[in-house]
Each structure stands twice: as C-alpha cells, then as structure tokens.
C-alpha cells in the first residue's frame, strides 16, 4: 500500500478521522485532569513572571505622566540644546503632574538616569503653575541645572516606554539618550561580578557536593537494605527540616564562638584571639549551600548507581582489573548520567539560591538573588530586578540547552 | 532416556576419567576444594564440608536446586566470597588469599555483565589491556576470540545491540580471550530460549574441548547438565548429594534426591524384609512385595524408597516384580505415551510406553500387568 492512499475504515470514513474520533474522549478526559493543575500554574506562575519580565523593558512612569515633554522629547536628538519649546512642554507637565500627585514617581524614576535630579523636578513642580514665558529662562533662573543635556538625556531615556535602560544597567552599562550604550566606570560596576560570583559560587557548590555525595550514593547503592534504608532516611532527614532551621543551624555551629571554632580552639589549630572567620562570608554561604543541597546531588547519583547491576564490578575483576581499575573503567561510566543530573539540579539550584547567602552570607556572601529581592523589597526598582531575573533566566536556559547538547537531556536520570 | 549426540561419548573417553576418580590427595588436582565451608550469618551453613575435586580439561557442573550452595561454591573459587573453613587450591596452591583479579579465572556470568558503554571488541579488549598488552597483540586476540564464536563481524556494536544468544556468545569470548585455564560459568544459558540454549550447549561443549580448558558449570538444569559435563556434582542443602558421570547420576543413582532430582523416577515406599546378598525384599505400602538391588537402604526393619524408572516398566507379568495397575490417565506425546496408573497403592506411577508399531493401547480405567526387573529396581534411603 501506498503512502498516499487514503485507507478507509469498515463504514467508510478515512481511518485517520476515525481514530481522531475514537481517541478524543480519552485526550478531553485527560486534559480535564490536568486543567486544574494547568490553570492553577498559569494563575499563580505564568502570567505573574511574564509581567514581571515585561518590566524588564517596559516602564511608563514617566510617558504616562508627561505626555507633552514626552512627545516632544521623541523628535529630539539627546545631544543639541533644549529648545523653547520643549521646556513650555516640560512646564505644562510639571503642572498637571504636581496636580495627580505623580510628581514623585516621576522624579525618582529620572533620578535613576541620573542621580541628584530628584530634587529639581520637585522643587520646579512646585513654582511651575506661576511660571511666565519664556519658559526656558524661568526654569534655569529656578534652577540652572535645567540646561544641562545630561539632565535633559536622562529624561528622554525615561519617557521611553520600552527601552534596553534596564537590562543595560544590569551589566553595568549606560544607555544614553542617543541611542548608545556606554559601559560603567570599573568602580561603577557591580552586576557582572555578581554573575560571575554567583557561578563560581555554583560551581563549587557543585562539586562540593558532588565530592560528598557520591561515595554517600555508592554506600547507599551498595550496602544491604536495612542499613541502606536507614542511610537514605539520614540522607532525607535534611528535606524535613525546614530550611530556615538548617540555615540557622549552621550559624550555631560556624559562628566566631560556635561550635566549630570552640573544637579548633580546644584542639589547638587555633588560638582564641585568631578564630576562624567561617560564616557572614563566602566560607559560610558555600558550607551552608553545599549542605542544604547534597540530598539534590545524592539522590540521582543513587537512583542512577542503584541500576547497575553488582555484576560488572565482579566482572570487572574476574577480567583482571583492580579495584581502582573497575571502579574508574566500568563503574563509573555508567554513572555519568546520575553526575550530570545532580549536577545541573544544584548548579541550578545554586544560581537562584537566596534564603541561605541573605542568612550566612554578610556582606561578601551575597549572590545575585539577593540583589534582585533587594530591588524588589528594598530600592523598589522592579524593573531592574526583572532585568537582573531575565539574564538569569537566559543563562539557567543557556547551561540546560549546553548540557543537552553535551550529554542529553535523555540520559539524565532523576530518581 | 535423552539421546546425548555423538561427541559426548568420544570426549569422556578423552580426559581419561579413571585418573580424575581415582586422585586423592587435593594438591594433585587442577581445582580442589577441601573441607570447605561457608556460613553467610554464622548461624547456618550454606556449605558444609565440601570436598571436591577436578582434573584439568575437566568440565565438572554443579547442578541443583536453588540455594543449594552450588552458585556460592563457584564465587568462592571465583575469589568473590571467602570460605569460612577449609582451603581451595588451584593447580595445588591455596588461593583463598589472592584477590579475584589476580586468580586469572575466566567468568560468564548469568546475565553475561557485557559493558554497556563500551563495544563488543573494547569489552574484549578490556582483560587485555588491564594485562598491559600491546595493541596488535590486542586486536589479533580479540579477532581470535571473535571468530571463534562466530562473531567476528560484531566488534564495533554495543552490547545493547546483540540479541541475548549473541550477547552470550561475547560474554563467552571474553571470558576465553585472556587465556585463562579455567572458566567458570554461572548459570550462562538461563535467560535464553529452549532452542538457542540447546545449540549454545553444544558450542560450549566444543569450545571446551577444542581448547582444552577446565570449565566448572553452574546450572539448575538437570538436562543442560547431563548434556555437557564429564562429571556432575548434585548439590543439596550445602552438601554434594553425588558426584559421577552423567550416565552414572541418571540410571545409578545413589539417594533418593538424586533419584528424584535428575530425571522422571517413580518412588515406591516400603519396609525392608530380608536382605539377600546385593538384593532386598521390601514390602511395599500397597501390600506387593519388590525385590531391588540394595543401594542406601539400611537393614531389615528400616524404611525405604524404590527408585524405577518409567522407561524401564514394561507391559507384562514377567520376572519377580509383577503386580496388577489400574490406568488412571494417558498423555499422549508422539514418540511415547505417558500413562500414569495405581501401582500398590501409589496412583502416581507413570509407565512411559514407546510408541512403536504393535505397542499395547491401554484404555484409562483398565487393569493391566506391570513389571519391571531387579537391576532397575534400586532401593535407597527413605
């Protein structure tokens, strides 16, 4: 038979149409069971983190309450001098924006551009109704900064509705009024190393627990069921604590008089006036971490070495191979999968991390979580937050596509 | 009786049985367990006091039911489990102290244990190079090893890419292409099909016998057993119930559970009551009196179990065992038919009659004549 012949059923309709038919109760019913779940996410997950990422590049505080200096400002190059009437524009929005009460958002937005401005736009606010023409020269006897392009710069780039201001600024870099990007004076720069640090922090994390896990996953694989069972409850135990109590667990114990430093101490490896510093810093941010997230690298190494059957190491040996030999040859190969799960699962997990660095960490323990619930609590600059949420969404995206293409998305085992 | 082929006989003749029987001293053997026992918990033996040994070219299989202790025997000579008395020695060194990797035992495994992540020919080419073989040395072993059964097309697949029987057949090669003296085989054809497990019998056989090496077989197959072995030993309980040639184990068997383990045997239970030279005189349950070839069967007065065959029943009343039986069932099965009957109170006697031309058709519910002669008739322990 061919292809394209079309093959019909008993009563004569095409037997594709026929099975659609036939399968479409059982498809309707299974969506009904999972369209609870489906809405419940869209509700609660979906559209709240698509609207928070549109603030990435979205922010109309300034357009909506300036309509005037906005459209004029759209026609202006952000380099030549403010012109008559462009400031007659600013004047009238000053005045209607100090009637709505909007005066404020308004400011602090510019003042992000460019900071000290805040103060300008209110004090101008203030005296525009009672404002003459030539507006231009009312404004600079108001306050002559009001001439200044950077000021004026600032402004245009904050009328924009949808502009790459945000997540410029969450690589350290400047957009400017004409359309350029100028990257940060190195002082100025603190995101990209707060990528970085948050994927070194990762890293190590990972390969913390990837050190001390995998021999906890073999013993767990290996060792007759009841001691295995009670092994995996021990490994467990940590998942039914709450991670608020761990964190703070680990305060006790790393703390200057904790009870870490107190056995150095009374062993000798330190003295009392030189205890070792190991928490509100990266050393407690990576213990803690490393802690908290070694179920996440054990439990797939398990469930992966749990599938290899105890014959190949005999086999392994009955061939000639040493210990060391069969572990590395034939052993280990097989648990790469288990390795690249728990690794993308921490690695993952690390990036995002924020509860335990915002605990432990002090001030050189933070990681990039932090800064971005700082601007969502804090500085209240959602926009730059859903910038810095953005990048770090497109490189968790980046290391699971790499991981796919490297290893498989296939052969990760999860347990 | 199974017709065993034609090669079988030649080969017992080969490795001159007589010698192996009569070794005594364990340093004189290839392989030799001595007084060995293995207790996993330290409550009970798995493996009590064993003593066995084996001639190089040998090919000796453990047969017996599961958690007999036979497959435990092979790991300890495999160096995987340690005995917790009494030496093995190989080629009449104690080896309990030598790690499995320096025994340079060959192994099969029951599910062969092929490396998934590496190809057929780098599966083989593993106990090479963990020798530190050259390369080309390497490769010529492999392509030996290959063609020898019948794979040399198949070094670059995966393992996963071989059907069971072929993935056998690499599990095998492997375990011949270091040159080992001996090789051990745990259970090896349990997880193919009845046909394929027949041809890899054979193979085997002949792979053993053109090479010349020692093979010690693990199976709980009765027939896998007969069909291969030189010699087999019947494992229960922990113990060696009997260790003899094929032919021996089928139509001399020396206790009731081999009696009952190899073969279809037909038990019949009874009190001694004279003894007469190689004979006895038993009064059967039912009320027959049997006369048998004493074996196992203590004195007057003790209990015992008359072991027949069912092919070696016949149809008539000759001879001093003849007794009435009722058919009770006939099973139909081509070349014999299979007639279970009430013979002396025991309604679980199966006669099988051949079917040849001019043989007695029997009708369930008739009663005929059964008897059987003393040779066949072994009396052993109840």
Same mark, same amino acid.
């Given at each position: 038979?061919?292809?394209?012949?079309?093959?019909?059923?008993?009563?004569?309709?095409?037997?594709?149409?026929?099975?659609?038919?036939?399968?479409?109760?059982?498809?309707?019913?299974?969506?009904?069971?999972?369209?609870?779940?489906?809405?419940?996410?869209?509700?609660?997950?979906?559209?709240?983190?698509?609207?928070?990422?549109?603030?990435?590049?979205?922010?109309?505080?300034?357009?909506?309450?300036?309509?005037?200096?906005?459209?004029?400002?759209?026609?202006?190059?952000?380099?030549?001098?403010?012109?008559?009437?462009?400031?007659?524009?600013?004047?009238?929005?000053?005045?209607?924006?100090?009637?709505?009460?909007?005066?404020?958002?308004?400011?602090?937005?510019?003042?992000?551009?460019?900071?000290?401005?805040?103060?300008?736009?209110?004090?101008?606010?203030?005296?525009?109704?009672?404002?003459?023409?030539?507006?231009?020269?009312?404004?600079?006897?108001?306050?002559?900064?009001?001439?200044?392009?950077?000021?004026?710069?600032?402004?245009?780039?904050?009328?924009?509705?949808?502009?790459?201001?945000?997540?410029?600024?969450?690589?350290?870099?400047?957009?400017?009024?004409?359309?350029?990007?100028?990257?940060?004076?190195?002082?100025?720069?603190?995101?990209?190393?707060?990528?970085?640090?948050?994927?070194?922090?990762?890293?190590?994390?990972?390969?913390?627990?990837?050190?001390?896990?995998?021999?906890?996953?073999?013993?767990?694989?290996?060792?007759?069921?009841?001691?295995?069972?009670?092994?995996?409850?021990?490994?467990?135990?940590?998942?039914?604590?709450?991670?608020?109590?761990?964190?703070?667990?680990?305060?006790?114990?790393?703390?200057?008089?904790?009870?870490?430093?107190?056995?150095?101490?009374?062993?000798?490896?330190?003295?009392?006036?030189?205890?070792?510093?190991?928490?509100?810093?990266?050393?407690?941010?990576?213990?803690?971490?490393?802690?908290?997230?070694?179920?996440?690298?054990?439990?797939?190494?398990?469930?992966?070495?749990?599938?290899?059957?105890?014959?190949?190491?005999?086999?392994?040996?009955?061939?000639?191979?040493?210990?060391?030999?069969?572990?590395?040859?034939?052993?280990?190969?097989?648990?790469?999968?288990?390795?690249?799960?728990?690794?993308?699962?921490?690695?993952?997990?690390?990036?995002?991390?924020?509860?335990?660095?915002?605990?432990?960490?002090?001030?050189?323990?933070?990681?990039?979580?932090?800064?971005?619930?700082?601007?969502?609590?804090?500085?209240?600059?959602?926009?730059?937050?859903?910038?810095?949420?953005?990048?770090?969404?497109?490189?968790?995206?980046?290391?699971?596509?790499?991981?796919?293409?490297?290893?498989?998305?296939?052969?990760?085992?999860?347990? | 009786?199974?017709?065993?082929?034609?090669?079988?006989?030649?080969?017992?003749?080969?490795?001159?049985?007589?010698?192996?029987?009569?070794? /005594?001293?364990?340093?004189?053997?290839?392989?030799?367990?001595?007084?060995?026992?293995?207790?996993?918990?330290?409550?009970?033996?798995?493996?009590?006091?064993?003593?066995?040994?084996?001639?190089?070219?040998?090919?000796?299989?453990?047969?017996?039911?599961?958690?007999?202790?036979?497959?435990?025997?092979?790991?300890?000579?495999?160096?995987?489990?340690?005995?917790?008395?009494?030496?093995?020695?190989?080629?009449?060194?104690?080896?309990?102290?030598?790690?499995?990797?320096?025994?340079?035992?060959?192994?099969?495994?029951?599910?062969?244990?092929?490396?998934?992540?590496?190809?057929?020919?780098?599966?083989?080419?593993?106990?090479?190079?963990?020798?530190?073989?050259?390369?080309?040395?390497?490769?010529?072993?492999?392509?030996?090893?290959?063609?020898?059964?019948?794979?040399?097309?198949?070094?670059?697949?995966?393992?996963?890419?071989?059907?069971?029987?072929?993935?056998?057949?690499?599990?095998?090669?492997?375990?011949?292409?270091?040159?080992?003296?001996?090789?051990?085989?745990?259970?090896?054809?349990?997880?193919?099909?009845?046909?394929?497990?027949?041809?890899?019998?054979?193979?085997?056989?002949?792979?053993?016998?053109?090479?010349?090496?020692?093979?010690?077989?693990?199976?709980?197959?009765?027939?896998?057993?007969?069909?291969?072995?030189?010699?087999?030993?019947?494992?229960?309980?922990?113990?060696?119930?009997?260790?003899?040639?094929?032919?021996?184990?089928?139509?001399?068997?020396?206790?009731?559970?081999?009696?009952?383990?190899?073969?279809?045997?037909?038990?019949?239970? /009874?009190?001694?009551?004279?003894?007469?030279?190689?004979?006895?005189?038993?009064?059967?349950?039912?009320?027959?009196?049997?006369?048998?070839?004493?074996?196992?069967?203590?004195?007057?007065?003790?209990?015992?179990?008359?072991?027949?065959?069912?092919?070696?029943?016949?149809?008539?009343?000759?001879?001093?065992?003849?007794?009435?039986?009722?058919?009770?069932?006939?099973?139909?099965?081509?070349?014999?038919?299979?007639?279970?009957?009430?013979?002396?109170?025991?309604?679980?006697?199966?006669?099988?009659?051949?079917?040849?031309? /001019?043989?007695?058709?029997?009708?369930?519910?008739?009663?005929?004549?059964?008897?059987?002669?003393?040779?066949?008739?072994?009396?052993?322990?109840?």
């Amino acid at each position: 038979m061919s292809d394209t012949e079309l093959v019909l059923a008993a009563d004569g309709t095409p037997l594709k149409k026929k099975l659609a038919q036939a399968l479409f109760v059982s498809r309707a019913r299974a969506f009904g069971l999972v369209a609870p779940l489906l809405l419940f996410i869209l509700a609660s997950f979906i559209v709240p983190i698509l609207s928070l990422m549109v603030q990435g590049v979205k922010n109309d505080t300034y357009s909506s309450n300036m309509p005037a200096s906005t459209a004029i400002m759209a026609d202006w190059d952000g380099v030549s001098e403010p012109t008559e009437e462009m400031f007659a524009a600013l004047v009238s929005d000053l005045v209607q924006a100090r009637i709505d009460k909007t005066i404020g958002r308004v400011a602090t937005r510019v003042n992000r551009e460019e900071a000290g401005t805040r103060s300008m736009f209110t004090k101008s606010a203030r005296k525009a109704r009672k404002l003459e023409p030539p507006f231009k020269a009312a404004m600079l006897e108001l306050d002559e900064d009001w001439a200044s392009v950077a000021v004026w710069g600032a402004m245009k780039v904050s009328s924009q509705t949808y502009s790459p201001a945000f997540y410029a600024a969450a690589v350290d870099a400047d957009y400017k009024a004409d359309g350029e990007f100028e990257r940060l004076d190195p002082e100025d720069r603190i995101y990209v190393y707060l990528f970085i640090k948050t994927l070194v922090v990762a890293l190590a994390v990972t390969l913390a627990t990837l050190a001390l896990g995998y021999p906890v996953a073999w013993l767990l694989a290996s060792l007759p069921v009841r001691q295995s069972n009670l092994l995996m409850i021990l490994v467990l135990l940590p998942f039914w604590t709450s991670l608020l109590v761990r964190t703070t667990a680990w305060i006790a114990m790393l703390q200057s008089h904790g009870v870490l430093n107190n056995i150095f101490v009374w062993l000798g490896i330190t003295t009392d006036e030189t205890r070792f510093s190991l928490i509100y810093n990266m050393t407690g941010t990576i213990i803690a971490m490393t802690h908290i997230l070694l179920p996440f690298m054990i439990l797939p190494l398990y469930s992966v070495m749990k599938g290899i059957p105890p014959t190949y190491l005999r086999a392994a040996k009955s061939l000639g191979a040493t210990n060391w030999t069969a572990f590395w040859r034939v052993h280990f190969p097989g648990t790469v999968p288990g390795i690249g799960a728990g690794a993308l699962l921490v690695f993952i997990l690390s990036i995002g991390y924020y509860i335990t660095p915002a605990l432990v960490g002090g001030q050189d323990g933070q990681l990039i979580s932090n800064i971005i619930a700082y601007h969502m609590q804090k500085s209240l600059n959602w926009s730059l937050a859903a910038a810095l949420g953005g990048i770090l969404l497109v490189i968790v995206l980046a290391i699971y596509w790499v991981y796919d293409k490297v290893v498989g998305i296939d052969n990760m085992k999860m347990g | 009786m199974r017709q065993r082929p034609q090669h079988f006989v030649l080969h017992v003749n080969r490795v001159g049985l007589e010698k192996i029987l009569s070794l /005594g001293n364990p340093k004189d053997a290839f392989v030799a367990f001595d007084h060995v026992q293995k207790s996993y918990d330290g409550e009970i033996l798995v493996v009590k006091d064993l003593n066995l040994q084996i001639a190089k070219g040998e090919f000796v299989t453990m047969l017996g039911p599961s958690g007999s202790g036979k497959t435990t025997c092979l790991m300890m000579l495999a160096g995987f489990e340690v005995a917790t008395h009494g030496d093995i020695l190989l080629g009449g060194q104690p080896i309990n102290n030598i790690p499995p990797h320096k025994r340079g035992i060959g192994m099969v495994f029951q599910n062969y244990a092929l490396f998934p992540h590496m190809t057929v020919g780098e599966n083989l080419s593993f106990p090479l190079e963990v020798r530190k073989m050259g390369k080309s040395e390497r490769e010529a072993k492999v392509k030996r090893a290959l063609e020898m059964v019948q794979m040399g097309d198949f070094a670059g697949r995966r393992p996963a890419q071989l059907s069971g029987g072929q993935q056998q057949r690499i599990a095998l090669a492997r375990a011949l292409v270091f040159d080992a003296d001996l090789v051990l085989m745990d259970e090896p054809l349990g997880a193919l099909d009845k046909q394929l497990r027949e041809r890899m019998q054979y193979e085997i056989k002949h792979i053993h016998e053109q090479l010349g090496i020692t093979v010690v077989y693990v199976t709980h197959d009765q027939s896998e057993a007969l069909t291969m072995s030189d010699r087999v030993a019947v494992f229960d309980d922990g113990v060696i119930q009997q260790l003899a040639k094929p032919d021996d184990l089928y139509e001399r068997p020396e206790n009731a559970f081999v009696a009952q383990f190899i073969g279809e045997n037909n038990k019949l239970e /009874g009190v001694v009551r004279a003894v007469d030279g190689d004979n006895v005189v038993v009064d059967l349950e039912g009320g027959m009196t049997a006369h048998a070839l004493a074996v196992n069967c203590g004195g007057v007065g003790d209990r015992t179990m008359l072991s027949i065959r069912p092919e070696r029943v016949t149809l008539n009343a000759e001879g001093p065992n003849s007794t009435k039986a009722l058919v009770k069932e006939l099973i139909y099965l081509g070349d014999h038919i299979r007639c279970r009957m009430t013979v002396s109170g025991h309604d679980d006697f199966i006669v099988k009659v051949a079917n040849s031309s /001019g043989h007695k058709h029997l009708v369930v519910g008739e009663e005929t004549d059964v008897s059987w002669q003393i040779e066949d008739c072994r009396a052993l322990d109840a």
